[in-house]
């Protein structure tokens, strides 16, 4: 069973330079979400997304866009990489909200030099 | 908005000693509760979680976490520690202000001795 598949892993970029994080489940779940941790804060949710074709801020999504296309994929934006970004991002999946049980992926480093 | 306070970044115990890992959070009436455990370089797996049924929640690899309304507190415990079980621990809280979505704690990184 894939699960949650993020991709990539790792990646470096420099200031100012954009890409995008995609995040694919195979659960059918309705619910997804993007968390960024970071050492000694825990993770911070970015954007989520309660179905394809929405999408809605957490608590942090400055310098972030998301869009969920297709309800198996959610897609995290980088516009203009900050230092500031420089974390591990982590893609969950749930198949509602409450008390159903986030799935995780293994999470891509994002160095931003 | 919820927040949810780990005492302890990092916790030391033998193996075979009692885990207790502490978490308080921030409502008096939070809707559900969770502890989750991250391995490195792995993303984050389910260990328990609370949900009104009853106040002593079994987990998996034999944790257990007790709700306890009056202290607003999530503590999870182990009898025995096993060096499996080295790892970060995070507690976590649904939040009414992002549509019950987690909100989570600072981690505590158990470190186990032989």
């Known amino acids: 069973n894939a699960g949650v598949t993020q991709t990539p892993k790792f990646r470096v970029l420099k200031t100012g330079q954009s890409m995008t994080l995609l995040c694919a489940q195979d659960?059918?779940?309705?619910?997804m979400y993007w968390y960024r941790q970071d050492p000694g804060m825990g993770l911070r949710l970015i954007h989520y997304s309660v179905g394809e074709g929405t999408t809605a801020k957490g608590e942090v999504p400055d310098g972030y866009n998301v869009s969920r296309l297709k309800k198996q994929n959610f897609l995290l934006g980088l516009e203009s990489a900050a230092p500031s970004q420089t974390s591990v991002y982590f893609c969950?999946?749930?198949?509602?909200?409450?008390?159903?049980?986030?799935?995780f992926g293994n999470g891509t480093r994002l160095t931003v030099t | 908005a919820q927040s949810v306070t780990q005492l302890g970044s990092h916790v030391s115990v033998s193996e075979g000693a009692l885990v207790l890992l502490r978490c308080n959070y921030s409502?008096?009436?939070?809707?559900?509760l969770f502890w989750y455990v991250q391995y490195p370089n792995q993303g984050l797996q389910l260990l328990l979680k609370y949900t009104s049924a009853a106040t002593l929640v079994k987990g998996i690899n034999g944790f257990e976490a007790e709700f306890k309304k009056s202290e607003t507190s999530f503590h999870l415990t182990k009898p025995s520690a096993h060096m499996s079980d080295a790892a970060e621990y995070f507690c976590a809280v649904s939040d009414k202000e992002y549509g019950n979505k987690l909100v989570f704690g600072a981690g505590t990184i158990l470190r186990v001795k032989s």
């Open positions: 659960m059918n779940h309705e619910y």
């Open positions: 409502s008096s009436v939070p809707p559900y």
């Open positions: 969950a999946s749930s198949y509602g909200s409450g008390n159903s049980p986030l799935h």
